[in-house]
């Protein structure tokens, strides 16, 4: 995987997204500061006032919904677990051997280990890894082969369900 363009990083991104949604803030305080220094009538005030606000507002509600920001900051947490899972991994040489030889065991291993209660360091997860001996591994890895191979098979060749067959159609059960 080569390296992303500078303005396609995610933390950009997020940094590109929280200045807009700003300018936003100080393009919608501009009308209220104009009220503020102007000699009209309350009303008048009240409604461009009102204005700055809701400009403000809206625009970055529809900013947050258009670029889906909460999305952006989860998958830089992401990635940032991931950067950091990688540089541990390589400062184990035997594990990546692991990795090389029986990926979707290591696989299902670190899914594992990322779920438990208390979470344990990424260490102790290639440390606990690095204690189960090759033949198991072999086992897990054959194990999970077949079980891939069935789920495609039965995909393939499942029977229709109701919402398939039946409703299409236009029958009644």
């Known amino acids: 995987m080569g390296k992303k363009k500078f303005f396609k990083r995610t933390p950009v991104k997020i940094a590109l997204v ?28 009240l409604l461009i006032a009102s204005s700055g606000v809701l400009w403000a507002v809206f625009s970055i509600i529809w ?46 291993h670190e899914r594992h280990c990322m779920h438990r209660k208390p979470r344990i360091s990424y260490e102790q997860m ?23 191979e069935e789920r495609k098979a039965y995909r393939e060749h499942r029977p229709p369900t109701l919402r398939e067959v039946d409703t299409i159609k236009g029958d009644r059960l």
């Not at 990688?86 to 029986?102: A, G, V």
């Not at 033949?135 to 890895?141: G, I, N, V």
């Open 126 to 148: 290639i440390e606990s890894a690095l204690k189960v001996d090759e033949q198991e591994w072999a086992e897990r890895e054959e194990f999970r082969r077949q079980n891939r």
């Open 18 to 45: 929280t200045l807009v949604m700003v300018a936003m803030l100080v393009i919608g305080y501009i009308p209220i500061y104009i009220v503020l220094n102007m000699y009209q009538t309350l009303v008048i005030k």
């Open 63 to 108: 900013i947050w919904a258009a670029t889906d920001y909460t999305k952006m900051w989860k998958s830089w947490r992401s990635e940032a677990k991931g950067e950091r899972m990688q540089l541990m991994r390589e400062n184990y040489p035997e594990y990546m051997e692991l990795r090389r030889k029986y990926p979707m065991s290591i696989a299902s």
